[in-house]
């Protein structure tokens, strides 16, 4: 009965997909989360920005990259996201 609670758990995971803005710190990357909310007072739809900061084990990612993040347990103070998946590369021109 323990394990069906623990294997809902991790099924019930949430990723987002956003883009990196920071990849200055080492095995972390700050990634930008846009999201679209309604004005309270006007109902017109205005994009929000979160920061999320996520590990980076082997720090591939850079300025740019859009990723996958997964949420998971306290890294530390402020990282509990981790890197899932690269999904588009910035090119360098």
Known sequence: MIEQTKTEQTQSQRSVMGKVVSDKMNK?????VVR?????LYGKYVKKFTKLYAHDEENTCKVGDVVVIEQTRPLSKTKCWK???VVKKETQE
Do not use: N
Not at 28 to 32: D, G, N
Not at 36 to 40: F, S, T
């Open 36 to 40: 679209k909310a309604a004005d309270p």
């Open 83 to 85: 890197l899932v998946e």
């Open 28 to 32: 972390t990357i700050v990634v930008e």
